[in-house]
């Protein structure tokens, strides 16, 4: 009697298995671009490949230390000639209503202009899933005659308040009047948290 019973639940078990697109798991995935891993060729351009690392990127392509600055780490990093680009999370999987944000959490910057160059100030934006935006000003010392190996990137680190990002942009400016840097923006070692929510 038992076995008759069970028999009609198991019909309908069988009868209606899940569709894989009516999964979905939350994951976070945390990432250091050091670009390192990307290919680089004389003369470019050599624009990053997207998506990398979980963004797809715009302006910015892959450059290699010429002497100047030395990048973080390795030997290459990323730059946004003429001082403005953009990063802007992807979406991995079309088929998916899962939603996609990203938390960027540090990197290593620096202002390329040559010597001597004025204080330079960096203007970012960010673009949160609600649309809200965030705005944050950092600045790259100015550069004078010095030994060669005086030249290094700084590093910055974001609050809680970077998270939850759907874009993040740059310009440069000189600090001291708004004009124009004639140079670029370098990143490396970019640090961030890609998050997929059902």
């Known amino acids: 009697m038992k076995f008759i019973t069970l028999l009609p639940l198991l019909s309908v078990a ?21 670009y390192d891993d990307l ?34 780490s390795g030997n290459q990093w990323t730059m946004a000639f003429g001082g403005s680009g953009n990063i802007s999370v992807t979406w991995l999987n079309i ?22 160059q004025p204080e330079c100030a960096i203007s970012m934006w960010g673009f ?6 965030i705005k944050r000003v950092i600045k790259f010392p100015a550069l004078g005659p010095a030994p060669i190996d005086a030249y290094v990137m700084n590093r910055t680190t974001f609050g809680r308040e970077w998270s939850d990002l759907k874009s993040v942009g740059f310009s440069i400016a000189r ?24």
Do not use: H, W
């Open 14 to 34: 069988f009868a209606s298995p899940l569709d894989e697109r009516d999964y979905c798991r939350p994951s976070r995935k945390t990432y250091v671009a050091k």
């Open 39 to 72: 290919p680089f060729v004389e003369p470019g351009p050599n624009p990053i490949p997207n998506p990398y690392n979980g963004l797809t990127y715009t302006t910015f392509q892959v450059d290699q230390y010429d002497g100047f600055i030395p990048p973080t």
């Open 95 to 116: 088929r998916s209503p899962a939603k996609e944000t990203y938390a960027l959490e540090s990197f290593s910057f620096a202002c390329v202009s040559g010597v001597p």
């Open 128 to 133: 949160k899933s609600s649309g809200k935006p």
């Open 175 to 198: 600090a001291d009047n708004g004009g124009d840097m004639f140079g670029g923006l370098a990143l490396d070692d970019v640090k961030y948290t890609v998050k997929k929510s059902c």
